[in-house]
């Protein structure tokens, strides 16, 4: 089955800089690919969304790019501010099934 | 902005006994899940559910657990007989379109088996 790997657990950063998370996925059937931010005891929301037919999205400060050859995608935060600390979740969805498959999640940081 | 909403937020059980999450997922969606979270692991997947039936459900989910819709806004995640190893947040989601796409997830139900 799909597999999720994603790094770093922890990013910690200056505001104003930017903030590179990174996803691989095991599985090249997968075709979704949604990117989850959690701020401490809240649930998780998605803030963008990719499928296989696309190579980048981008909405304001957030990109998230794909690579399908390597199997890795990235989301990219640009100009971080004190609010965009939180815990951020990968995940992918093979195109045959209904779950998620989750990465473990990448607590940023972001310091004033 | 509409939400899901889970309750309790909190239930802590006896080890065997029987504890029923609830959840009621955003009005005008057509697909339900459950998914959970123990302490320092991922996020995993438990089981999806559309039209009234499971439509996929994962290894975790065994003859232990059940869910029901029982009237037009409620959807319960029932556990049977509880384990320790049961101990999780349990998020319920919710879905519009595309089956497992645009998920939104509930607050979270912390279980803790005793």
């Known amino acids: ?68 050859t390597a199997k890795h995608f990235s989301l990219h935060i640009t100009e971080t501010q004190p609010e965009d600390s939180a815990v951020y979740f990968c995940a992918a969805r093979d195109r045959g099934f209904q779950k998620l498959v989750f990465g473990t999640g990448t607590r940023l940081l972001v310091s004033p | 902005e509409p939400e899901v909403t889970q309750t309790p937020s909190h239930q802590v059980t006896q080890m065997g006994q029987e504890v029923i999450l609830r959840c009621v997922p955003i009005s ?59 101990s999780a947040m349990y998020f319920c989601a919710s879905s519009e379109g595309t089956v497992g796409e645009k998920l939104f997830f509930g607050s979270g139900t912390q279980l803790s088996v005793l």
């Open chain 1, 1 to 68: 089955g799909e597999n999720v790997e994603q790094h770093p657990s922890t990013l910690s950063v200056q505001e104003g800089d930017s903030a590179v998370i990174k996803c691989t996925y095991s599985d090249s059937a997968s075709n979704y690919f949604p990117w989850y931010k959690q701020e401490l005891g809240k649930r998780p929301q998605l803030i963008i969304d990719i499928r296989s037919n696309v190579g980048e999205k981008k909405d304001q400060r957030i990109a998230v790019t794909l690579n399908k």
């Open chain 2, 28 to 86: 005008n969606h057509l697909y339900f899940y459950w998914y959970r979270q123990i302490l320092g692991q991922k996020v995993e997947f438990l089981v999806s559910f559309y039209n009234n039936e499971i439509s996929e459900k994962s290894e975790i989910f065994d003859d232990q657990f059940s869910v029901e819709r029982p009237d037009g806004s409620n959807f319960t995640l029932k556990i049977r007989s509880t384990k320790l190893e049961d």
